[in-house]
């Protein structure tokens, strides 16, 4: 079993749809957490950190529920430019785990 | 601008050849990192560094090795004991090990 779990995609949603991505982790020792977006043949770039109590950025809400260890990362009213693969990755130790990502496309 | 550069952006690597990916940076962070990135896998630790002087394994060090002479670089050099280098490789770095890290645009080898 991988240490970080997400589903592929991918998710094709419409512009204006609401689409919500969980990740699940293994490792109850897992200390922070954070969501990456990472565009086709480009590096990862830090989307948004997820904090216990949840938090929200402009359409990108990320929450952690700890006692299930899955994290989720919502996006409201989606943009054509927000088509990307969105990484889950996890600090364990000094460590950070990255999950395979899921792929989103966003069409007109 | 703040930033992390790495070059080249591809590379060729002939077999039994050694070659060196640099990576560069002026944010002033003391960690770096080194991964690989697969089609359809995440990215794994191939050596990482907290300070100057020092680095660690990863997960995949075997047939890689790093050097930390200087805080703001961090070349890694991919030896002919790694038989199957063709990757896509990313350079990171964060203020401590604790932190979010940040990455430079990538370097793609692949074999002649």
């Known amino acids: 079993r991988k240490e970080v779990e997400q589903d592929p995609g991918p998710f094709n949603v419409p512009e204006g749809a609401t689409v919500a991505f969980n990740c699940t982790y293994s490792?109850?020792?897992?200390?922070?957490f954070f969501w990456y977006r990472q565009d086709c043949r480009k590096e990862p770039k830090l989307l948004m950190s997820?904090?216990?109590s949840g938090n929200e950025d402009g359409r990108f809400t990320a929450q952690l529920n700890r006692a299930s260890q899955y994290i989720s990362l919502l996006i409201r009213d989606s943009k054509l430019s927000d088509s990307a693969t969105y990484l889950c990755?996890?600090?364990?130790?000094?460590?950070?785990?990255f999950g395979t990502g899921t792929r989103l496309q966003v069409f007109p | 601008d703040g930033g992390i550069t790495q070059s080249p952006k591809y590379l060729f690597r002939k077999e039994g050849q050694n070659v060196t990916l640099s990576c560069e940076q002026n944010?002033?962070?003391?960690?770096m990192y080194w991964y690989r990135q697969d089609p359809g896998q995440g990215l794994r630790l191939i050596y990482y560094?907290?300070?100057?002087?020092?680095?660690q394994k990863g997960d995949i060090a075997e047939g890689y090795s790093v050097s930390r002479e200087k805080k703001e670089s961090f070349p890694l050099t991919v030896t002919s004991a790694q038989k199957n280098p063709t990757a896509f490789y990313l350079c990171?770095?964060?203020?401590?090990?604790?932190?979010?890290?940040?990455f430079g645009d990538g370097t793609r080898l692949s074999i002649l």
């Open positions: 990171a770095s964060s203020g401590s090990l604790n932190q979010p890290q940040h």
């Open positions: 490792n109850s020792a897992s200390q922070s």
């Open positions: 997820v904090y216990s």
């Open positions: 990755v996890v600090l364990r130790g000094d460590k950070l785990i």
């Open positions: 944010l002033n962070h003391d960690a």
């Open positions: 560094s907290q300070i100057v002087n020092d680095f």
